[in-house]
């Protein structure tokens, strides 16, 4: 069984970086499609990044290009989300999640095609 476990938030001025991991156990990456949401307090939970299991492909939500940037390390089976220039409005809990697929360009920003996730883990940015 797919396990997922985020770690990595936490308490940051504004401006400030963080970089999450997602360490995926029970199956290796190249089947799997990860994607980063975020849900902040009375919202829906958004997409903000996600990966190709090919790892060729990115996307990322309009609201953190150019700041955020998503990357894999197979061998140690991790998807990391590194996050800079923080802004208060980033403040939520992150998410990583899997997709398993054969489509090894599928990256979705989308929640509903996503079957695992993990706990998440408190991002909060400071003004």
């Known amino acids: 069984q797919l396990e997922l476990v985020e770690s990595g938030g936490g308490l940051v001025q504004f401006g400030g970086s963080l970089r999450l991991s997602c360490v995926v156990s029970?199956?290796?990456?190249?089947?799997?499609?990860i994607g980063w949401f975020r849900q902040a307090p009375g919202k829906e939970r958004e997409g903000v990044s996600c990966?190709?299991?090919?790892?060729?492909?990115?996307n990322y939500a309009d609201s953190v290009k150019g700041r955020f940037t998503i990357s894999r390390d197979i061998a140690k089976n991790t998807v990391y989300l590194q996050m800079n220039n923080l802004k208060p409005e980033d403040t939520a809990v992150y998410y990583c999640?899997?997709?398993?697929?054969?489509?090894?360009?599928?990256?979705?920003?989308?929640?509903?095609?996503?079957?695992?996730w993990g706990q998440g883990t408190l991002v909060t940015v400071s003004s």
């Open positions: 990966i190709s299991s090919s790892g060729n492909r990115t």
């Open positions: 029970g199956y290796t990456l190249d089947y799997y499609s």
């Open positions: 999640a899997s997709i398993v697929t054969t489509v090894q360009t599928m990256c979705l920003l989308r929640v509903g095609p996503y079957d695992g």
